[in-house]
């Protein structure tokens, strides 16, 4: 079973602390290396956590509030500096690519690699940004972003603020296992191992059908893991999040602000509960904190009377998906 | 004596480390707080080194390269969430309101404060930006930012890859002390003393004038800083710098990278200490350090066999302007 994993560099909202970085993550897929939202501050915690810069070649960007990118145009810069040649992939809002444009322009910065901007949103980026979050998501279903044969990463509309992109990211349904007596039993070639490795049954030289089951065991079921911040209490989102290995969420708040959470279309822990209950997943994730909550335990207990697998989103740590 | 005196929030250049942050500092003037210059993670160190946000009414931008102001739009947010709502200051090139224009616009962030841009420069914002900085250096000279009772901040064109400027704070001739007994002596109103303070001579009841170098112990001579980063080694500076009592000056390299200092328009740590003797200025801290230095004990060695009175800026040090 290839890694799959999720590190938080940062768990906090829109005022950074000491203790706590504004919205960033690494999602670890069989050692390719996916950077999700760039708060300030990321390119210092990816040193931190010894993650090297440049075996990130897909970075997410959920949307334009600085907390979740005002730390890549330095990231950028700094895997420039550091030599990059290879191309980088950045899905995020359209306007995102105009900002990023105009900093490197004034600044004469040339990049030594190409920066490609792939928009987020089914009506193109520049019409998403100017109509309300409801209208984009109303029409709006999964976007598949990125792929290849073993993983594939999908967007999702939330509902916030300003227009906000959950990311799926979905493991393939892995091969079979094959059983190693059966190689030898039946003469296998290479050719023969990876068709029964994709599920088909042998044909024997004698005619006869061996069924797969008898020749393989059974893999594991492919995992996934669910970015989903920021939103406000969102139900129209559990079936984009069913059944999911692990889902982070967004926790601003505790329940002695559950209004404040709905006036800055954010989420109590609760509610991230609420939403990890019913949409059957296994694992959630509580994150992106507000700053007054020093102690984080009333999240964690909030969110663990409704949804008791529930753990909080500390920063520097590696949470498995699946298991 | 008024406190008058320099933190380091950031010795660092271009690729932040984890040891050595990107351009920042403070300057504290009887308690009033300045930002110069403010690279990614400036928020975060204001904290560790904690001074208070909202405290800063004036930030100076020296340029346009992301390691001196990357930190800003962040720095600006934050000070916006924990709801300021006096004005905000910002002495830079013109450039930089388009980009947080921008910035905040796409992010639908609206300020509940005044965010006031003074662009830098003689020709104009626009025009500076897209001449050779030689030219824009050559017919330039001093420019007053700020000006109160006891300080007047300037700046000065600074040769580097692009349009660059340095920072002057030079406290204003302080008032005469004056002698205690005097006060007794000749029955003095208080309208007599802030004269005396100021410099004038006593015209006593019976005619007589009695000078002021009677009434008064001798003040201070006014205190001098200067922020001098990005440049290439220029002789030309020197005016501008003479007999200051501290000097930050551009100190990215060590003399084994003194062409790569050339090439890219800084000053090797050397260069610096020349031009403090030749300034003959009080104190010379070397600064914005390329990340290649783990060790520092090199620049400060090369950089004091020309100028003894010479230190490292370290992070979160305070410095004091003058004795």
Same mark, same amino acid.
């Given at each position: 079973?290839?890694?799959?994993?999720?590190?938080?560099?940062?768990?906090?909202?829109?005022?950074?602390? @000491?203790?706590?970085? +504004?919205?960033?993550?690494?999602?670890?897929?069989?050692?390719?290396? %996916?950077?999700?939202?760039?708060?300030?501050?990321?390119?210092?915690?990816?040193? =931190?956590?010894?993650?090297?810069?440049?075996?990130?070649?897909?970075?997410?960007?959920? /949307?334009?509030?600085?907390?979740?990118?005002?730390?890549?145009?330095?990231?950028?810069?700094?895997?420039?500096?550091?030599?990059?040649?290879?191309?980088?992939?950045?899905?995020?809002?359209? /306007?995102?690519?105009?900002?990023?444009?105009?900093?490197?322009?004034?600044?004469?910065?040339?990049?030594?690699? &190409?920066?490609?901007?792939? +928009?987020?949103?089914?009506?193109?980026?520049? =019409?998403?940004?100017?109509? &309300?979050?409801?209208?984009?998501? #109303?029409?709006?279903?999964?976007?598949?972003?990125?792929?290849?044969?073993?993983?594939?990463?999908?967007?999702? &509309?939330?509902?916030?603020?300003?227009?906000?992109?959950?990311?799926?990211? !979905?493991?393939? *349904? &892995?091969? /079979?296992?094959?059983?190693?007596?059966?190689?030898?039993?039946?003469?296998?070639?290479?050719?023969?191992? #990876?068709?029964?490795?994709?599920?088909?049954?042998?044909?024997?030289?004698?005619?006869?059908?061996?069924?797969?089951?008898?020749?393989?065991?059974?893999?594991?079921?492919?995992?996934?893991?669910?970015?989903?911040?920021?939103?406000?209490?969102?139900?129209?989102?559990?079936? %984009?999040?069913?059944?999911?290995?692990?889902?982070?969420?967004?926790?601003?708040?505790?329940?002695? =602000? !559950?209004?404040?959470?709905?006036?800055?279309?954010?989420?109590? #822990?609760?509610?991230?509960?609420?939403? #990890?209950?019913?949409?059957?997943?296994?694992?959630?994730?509580?994150?992106?904190?507000?700053?007054?909550?020093?102690?984080?335990?009333? @999240?964690?207990?909030?969110?663990?009377?409704? %949804? *008791?697998?529930?753990?909080?989103?500390?920063?520097?740590?590696?949470? *498995?998906?699946?298991?």
């Amino acid at each position: 079973m290839v890694p799959f994993s999720v590190t938080v560099l940062g768990a906090g909202s829109a005022t950074p602390t @000491l203790e706590r970085y +504004p919205a960033s993550q690494v999602v670890n897929f069989n050692e390719q290396i %996916f950077l999700v939202d760039c708060g300030e501050g990321t390119q210092i915690n990816l040193r =931190k956590y010894h993650i090297r810069f440049q075996r990130i070649n897909h970075i997410f960007i959920s /949307h334009l509030h600085g907390d979740h990118f005002y730390g890549l145009p330095g990231l950028i810069s700094t895997m420039d500096l550091l030599g990059r040649k290879n191309p980088l992939h950045i899905y995020c809002p359209g /306007h995102l690519e105009e900002i990023i444009d105009i900093m490197f322009n004034r600044s004469q910065v040339v990049l030594d690699f &190409p920066l490609q901007f792939h +928009p987020l949103g089914f009506f193109g980026s520049d =019409k998403v940004g100017s109509l &309300p979050t409801e209208q984009a998501g #109303a029409s709006g279903g999964k976007e598949t972003l990125y792929e290849n044969d073993r993983i594939f990463i999908e967007s999702f &509309p939330l509902k916030h603020r300003i227009e906000c992109w959950g990311f799926i990211f !979905s493991e393939k *349904p &892995p091969l /079979h296992n094959i059983r190693k007596e059966v190689i030898e039993q039946y003469s296998l070639s290479f050719k023969d191992i #990876a068709t029964i490795k994709k599920g088909s049954d042998l044909q024997t030289a004698d005619g006869t059908t061996v069924p797969n089951r008898e020749l393989t065991l059974p893999a594991h079921s492919p995992r996934r893991y669910i970015y989903c911040t920021d939103t406000v209490y969102d139900e129209s989102l559990i079936p %984009f999040l069913r059944k999911s290995d692990l889902l982070y969420h967004d926790s601003t708040f505790a329940n002695d =602000k !559950s209004s404040r959470a709905r006036e800055t279309f954010h989420s109590t #822990a609760e509610e991230a509960g609420y939403i #990890a209950k019913h949409a059957e997943v296994r694992k959630l994730l509580l994150g992106h904190f507000s700053s007054r909550y020093n102690d984080l335990s009333i @999240l964690l207990q909030e969110a663990r009377q409704v %949804f *008791p697998e529930t753990d909080i989103a500390e920063e520097g740590k590696t949470y *498995p998906v699946g298991f």
